[in-house]
Nanobody, 118 residues
C-alpha cells in the first residue's frame, strides 16, 4: 500500500523560504527510483494546479509562475522528494499536495498548508 507523507508547510513572510518534503516510507528503493513525483497546489476557490514535477530519469518541469524561485529534487537514497521554495509570494499560498506516479497508478498525499503573509 502506498503511503504518501508530506511535511514542511507553514506560515512565512513574503520573500521567505520553505522546503517541503514528500516520502513513501514503506516503498523499496528500486521502486521509488522509477517513480515520477510532482507537487501540486490548490489555492482557496481555485482548481488544483501543477507546480513542479521530477521524472524518474531526473528531468524536471515547472509552472511558469514558480520558475526561478522553486526547485524540485529527488533523493532516491532517502526515498524523498523536496520542493525548495524561495522568494515566496502571497499568491503561493495554498495547500500543497504531493503526487506519486508509480506503475501506471497515481497516489496523493493529504496536503500541507503553505501561507505567505505579512
Amino acid at each position: 500500500q502506498v503511503h504518501v507523507v508530506e511535511s514542511g508547510g507553514g506560515l512565512v513572510q513574503p520573500g521567505g523560504s520553505l522546503r517541503l518534503s514528500c516520502a513513501d516510507p514503506r516503498v523499496i528503493l528500486s521502486v521509488f527510483s522509477s517513480d515520477t513525483v510532482a507537487w501540486h497546489r490548490q489555492a482557496p476557490g481555485k482548481v488544483r494546479e501543477l507546480v513542479a514535477l521530477v521524472a524518474s530519469g531526473g528531468g524536471t518541469t515547472y509552472a511558469d509562475s514558480v520558475k526561478g524561485r522553486f526547485t524540485i529534487s529527488k533523493d532516491n537514497s532517502r526515498k524523498r522528494v523536496y520542493l525548495q521554495m524561495n522568494n515566496l509570494k502571497p499568491e503561493d499560498t495554498g495547500v500543497y499536495y504531493c503526487n506519486i506516479g508509480r506503475r501506471g497508478s497515481s497516489y496523493w498525499g493529504q496536503g500541507t498548508q503553505v501561507t505567505v503573509s505579512s
